[in-house]
């Protein structure tokens, strides 16, 4: 419904709605019905929870916010508040959790053990249609592999330039 009324006034309900493969009278019906008794009251929560997140130093998580909220007399039930804050990303400060690593500092391309000995593989992902763009294999480890891999996804994507592209790798050198 967000996305209907953030684009009714460029095309118009009908038209998405057709698109969308729903009826514009539930489009309707959905906008003039009034909030549910939940919603109403997670509008109410959220401010009181902000305000005891912010200041106790947003250090709190969500057990001790609701102890504070529970405390000044706002009876809420704790995974309410666990979804509450879930939401806007509210989050309180773990200690003593070690943090966990998850690549290898010294790895960035894929290296496969075949019969013959290891072979290194550049891909490219196109992360919007999840297919691979570009990819390059060679049997040593050099820089070019993945600049390579880049040119093909760019030359199969017919791209003269490559403004707003979004790049990742796992942390490796190449």
């Known amino acids: 419904m967000k996305f209907i009324t953030a684009h009714k006034g460029r095309w118009g309900v009908e038209p998405i709605c057709r698109v969308l493969q729903i009826a514009p009278s539930s489009y309707y019906a959905a906008v003039r019905r009034p909030l549910s008794a939940r919603r109403r009251r997670d509008a109410e929560l959220e401010g009181a929870l902000r305000r005891v997140w912010g200041e106790h130093r947003q250090v709190y998580g969500a057990d001790k916010v609701w102890a504070q909220l529970n405390r000044e007399g706002t009876r809420v039930a704790r995974c309410t508040v ?92 190449q």
């Open 82 to 173: 666990e979804r509450l804050m879930r939401a806007p990303g509210l989050r309180g400060v773990v200690r003593g959790r070690r943090s966990i690593r998850t690549t290898l500092g010294d790895a960035d391309l894929t290296y496969v053990k075949t019969h013959s000995g290891w072979v290194y593989v550049a891909f490219v992902v196109d992360v919007f249609s999840r297919f691979v763009v570009g990819w390059q294999a060679s049997r040593s480890l050099r820089t070019d592999l993945a600049l390579d891999a880049l040119e093909m996804a760019r030359w199969r994507r017919r791209a003269p330039r490559l403004d707003g592209l979004v790049h990742h790798s796992d942390r490796g050198a």
